[in-house]
């Protein structure tokens, strides 16, 4: 299992160093959709074995939820990039993806599932996590699309060439459309099941990482009501997104890191 997430993380890491040196050389990266793909099935099969690993390590547990992130980042950006077309950003989706799968990779190196061992929450703990995880990870690509476009407008605006050859104004907006109206709406769904699971744990479901959830959520409430009901694009919307995804990415790894999950 770890040693299929380190060849994920070196797949992804391939595609970020292809994206790298094709900047460089003036040319468009060739083998991004292939090395995305090796990725992708390395990181499943891997992700897959964890449900076999003997002691069981929870799906919750924060190697497995940042080995699922890793995974769901690349592979919402596939599917996003079907819709949206969008292929400058593909690198800097690899290079999320590699950090993640290597920290998650030396998480489960590290970790200890009987430590962690908690009472299971049924399809309700499941449902929250792949929900919530599935929002987080194309809210992510969200953001991945509205700091770019934020970064091209203000060259523009100074007559300067934005750097990094990134995709054109259109396909940004189209991508951070397409992300951030389906991302919320799982979010939406991954908050909902994840109180119904502290419900049949007889828990109380605000918990710290409940309650940033809860304010991430809040903040994502302004763009999707300023895109979706006004139609309205520009700097705004994308500022919002960015900020929003700071708070989710504290809710989920943040609090974790500093001790604060329960």
């Known amino acids: 299992t770890e040693l299929l997430h380190i060849l994920a993380s070196f797949a992804y890491a391939a595609v970020a160093d292809d994206g790298l040196l094709s900047r460089r050389r003036g040319t468009a990266p060739r083998s991004v959709g292939w090395l995305l793909a090796i990725g992708i099935t390395l990181h499943g099969v891997g992700f897959v074995a964890l449900h076999a690993h003997e002691p069981l390590i929870p799906l919750d547990s924060f190697p497995a939820a940042l080995s699922l992130i890793g995974w769901l980042v690349p592979t919402s950006y596939l599917y996003a990039l079907r819709i949206a077309h969008v292929r400058g950003v593909g690198h800097w989706v690899a290079t999320a993806a590699a950090l993640v799968t290597a920290i998650a990779a030396v998480g489960l190196l590290l970790h200890d599932p009987l430590a962690t061992a908690a009472p299971g929450g049924g399809r309700w703990s499941h449902a929250h996590v792949l929900l919530s995880t599935l929002g987080f990870s194309l809210l992510a690509l969200t953001s991945l699309a509205g700091l770019p476009s934020l970064t091209k407008k203000r060259a523009l605006k100074r007559n300067q060439t934005a750097r990094f050859g990134l995709p054109s104004l259109e396909s940004l ?8 109206g389906l991302g919320f709406s799982l979010l939406s ?67 974790r890191l500093l001790g604060m999950s329960t």
């Open 173 to 180: 907006d189209r991508m951070e459309h397409v992300t951030l």
């Open 189 to 255: 769904l991954g908050v909902l099941t994840g109180f119904f699971w502290g419900q049949s744990r007889g828990i109380s479901p605000w918990t710290h990482h409940s309650s940033w959830l809860i304010i991430a959520w809040a903040i994502y409430l302004i763009p999707v009501g300023m895109r979706v009901l006004r139609h309205q694009h520009g700097d705004r919307p994308a500022r919002i997104v960015v900020i929003g995804f700071g708070f989710l990415a504290f809710s989920y790894i943040g609090i």
